[in-house]
């Protein structure tokens, strides 16, 4: 994924492909309340998301940040998101009036009043089940303990979609694709 992104860059956006960011904790869930809290509780870093959507074509760009701050978020937008595309998000103050200010269309949605913005039909809803499907999958690999696993499990998130998902063969026929392009005889 590395070369990959070294290559071809991580931009999400465009005239055909709308954006959606937000961001999220992924801690430890105890069961029922149960149970000793692990380190993962005092990790005060969050993902943050942001979703290409084209169609049935989803691809993420997950990285994790210290703080929520307009001067950490915005730089990650302006990395993988093309100028003029449409941006959807919630109201959350590091957003407002900069990505305008920024050449983006952004859509705002108020979540305390709806999760659908009835004036312009702009929804969440596409990163908030994206969040639910990849918490899901770090969870059952226990891919949350520390911070360096839980990088790596965003990467292995990112390289499913991105690249995975995109081989005729799927993502067991990329993956030996790129071990035979790694390690070739």
Excluded at 26 to 31: E, I, L, N, S
Excluded at 54 to 73: D, I, K, Y
Excluded at 112 to 124: I, K
């Amino acid at each position: 994924m590395d070369s990959f992104i070294r290559d071809k860059g991580q931009r999400v956006g465009g005239r055909t492909e709308f954006t959606v960011i937000d961001e999220s904790h992924f801690r430890h869930k105890r069961k029922y309340g149960q149970g000793r809290a692990g380190q993962t509780w005092r990790r005060k870093k969050w993902v943050f998301g942001i979703l290409g959507v084209r169609g049935q074509t989803r691809r993420p760009v997950l990285r994790l940040v210290e703080h929520r701050s307009r001067r950490a978020l915005l730089p990650l937008v302006r990395r993988h998101v093309r100028q003029g595309s449409t941006i959807i998000s919630d109201e959350w103050r590091a957003y407002r009036g900069a990505l305008s200010d920024m050449g983006y269309i952004h859509l705002t949605v108020n979540h305390s009043r709806n999760f659908v913005n009835s004036h312009t039909g702009a929804h969440t809803q596409h990163l908030e089940r994206a969040w639910s499907s990849y918490k899901g999958h770090v969870w059952r690999l226990r891919g949350n303990r520390t911070e360096s696993i839980l990088i790596e499990h965003l990467k292995l998130i990112e390289w499913t979609y991105w690249l995975g998902k995109c081989h005729r063969d799927g993502p067991l026929g990329r993956l030996l694709k790129d071990i035979r392009k790694l390690f070739s005889v």
